[in-house]
């Protein structure tokens, strides 16, 4: 949990850097949401919500992923309102009921980044380059960025038509659920892991786009090259969310497998409208931090120990424990960090541990030392000793840990 923290902590601060500021949401949303905005034919909708009736028999859903709820949220508080582009991060656990593997859970986590208000191609290259930030400040290399166009409600349904009866012929060739798929949404048919060969042979988006996306797609990508951010385009990636137009992405490991995705995202500007709110287009990503933490390159990983404490007391008799606790107290409240050794194991055994623990100091308080009301400390990268009173203990050892740092 403390290399988590540290790392969530590096996150915040990245997001703030961008100027994004954070939002939380429930962690259950009513499940109308997610159908609607994520999509009915989606595998996460179809087969992964965890949904449940509270007392009242409503539909209630463990949150699959947070766009849906940040726009929901967004919307409902009247921040649409104010213009502008609004910028949010968030961190949580999220719910899918898939078959869980390595990188892959029924609990997991995101840390994801939402711009919503603009439509301009400036605001997908800032969202890219926003979540290679965080690989680049850990340390990563040899990503790979994948990227699309999937287009709009303009475009979209012309080339709906064209890959449908591209599809007649090979009706054959799919599988059951693609199958399925052709009828009632064919473009899912590019996120089968078992239709690879039909995918090459298939028409796609990017030779159908409108005006509007083309110049979009064009705009990024000639973003991107200004920034010298390095991507690769895949008219095959389409995402497993309902909600994206133009731009999709995703940012993919070597190293991980099958589960290769670190992080992925787009735009959605029809989220909005079909969350009740009108017009207003938005673009962001997320990125699982079950992969971010499992894959953080070995020099980072090994920064993430746990912070030793300053001191360590170490108890040579129970009998001054009630006296040892009292002062720890003392010492906590000036900011000092104080472990104190209640094992009951051996003077010996207890200085071995201090020493080893990476702590400035061990403070010997036993019954010899209460009655003189001083402190035995030693001072354990010199190995110096000195006996401190307690009533000045606090300002002694805030004065040595100076030294020490
Ligand atoms: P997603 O691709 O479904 O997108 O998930 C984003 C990331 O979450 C994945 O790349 C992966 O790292 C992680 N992830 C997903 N499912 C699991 C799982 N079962 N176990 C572990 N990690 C997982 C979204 O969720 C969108 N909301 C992204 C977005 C934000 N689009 C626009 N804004």
């Known amino acids: ?136 400040m850990f340390g990563f ?40 798929r052709a009828a009632l949404n064919p473009m899912r048919i590019f996120d089968c892991k078992e239709c690879g060969d039909i995918k090459e042979k298939l028409p796609v988006i990017t030779d159908h786009l409108c005006d509007e996306c083309s110049e979009h797609f064009s705009g990024l990508q000639s973003i991107l090259r200004g920034m010298d951010v390095d991507f690769m385009l895949d008219p095959l990636l389409v995402r497993g969310l309902d909600y994206y137009t133009k731009t999709a992405y995703e940012v993919l490991h070597p190293g991980l497998g099958g589960q290769n995705a670190l992080c992925g995202g787009g735009r959605y500007d029809g989220l909005a409208e079909e969350c009740g709110g009108g017009k207003i287009p938005a673009v962001g990503f997320s990125a699982g931090m079950e992969r971010l933490m499992e894959n953080l390159p070995e020099e980072f990983a090994g920064k993430l120990g746990l912070d030793p ?63 003189k009301k001083e402190a035995a400390v030693k001072i354990l990268a010199s190995g110096g000793q000195e006996s401190v009173p307690f009533a000045g203990l606090t300002a002694w050892m805030i004065q040595e840990r100076k030294k020490v740092d």
């Not at 699309?148 to 060739?173: H, Q, W, Y």
């Not at 009630?322 to 009951?344: H, K, M, P």
């Open 309 to 371: 404490v300053d001191a360590v007391f170490i108890l040579p008799e129970e009998s001054a424990s009630a006296e040892v606790l009292r002062i720890a107290g003392e010492l906590r409240s000036s900011g000092v960090s104080v472990s104190v050794d209640l094992s009951g194991r051996s003077m010996k055994k207890q200085m071995k541990v201090a020493s080893e623990s990476g702590a400035a100091f061990a403070v010997i308080i036993g019954p010899e030392e209460i009655e």
């Open 141 to 180: 290399t040899g990503l790979e960025v994948r990227l699309n166009s999937v287009g709009c409600p303009v475009c979209r349904p012309g080339f709906r038509e064209i890959l449908t009866s591209a599809l007649v012929s090979m009706k054959d060739e799919l599988c059951d659920t693609c199958g399925e």
């Open 1 to 136: 949990m403390r290399s988590w923290a540290k790392v969530e902590e590096r996150l915040a601060g990245l997001a703030g850097r961008y100027g994004y500021s954070e939002i939380r949401t429930p962690v259950f949303e009513v499940s109308e949401l997610f159908v609607r905005a994520v999509g009915e034919a989606t595998d996460i909708v179809s087969k992964e919500m965890y949904v449940f009736a509270d007392k009242k028999g409503r539909s209630l859903t463990l949150r699959p992923e947070n766009t849906a709820p940040v726009m929901r949220a967004f919307i409902e508080n009247g921040l649409h309102r104010s213009g502008g582009i609004t910028k949010f991060w968030y961190q949580g656990p999220m719910f899918r009921y898939d078959r869980p593997q390595a990188g892959r859970y029924r609990q997991f986590h995101q840390f994801g980044a939402e711009a919503i208000g603009h439509a301009g191609p400036a605001v997908d290259a800032e969202i890219i380059d926003l979540s290679l930030a965080i690989y680049r």
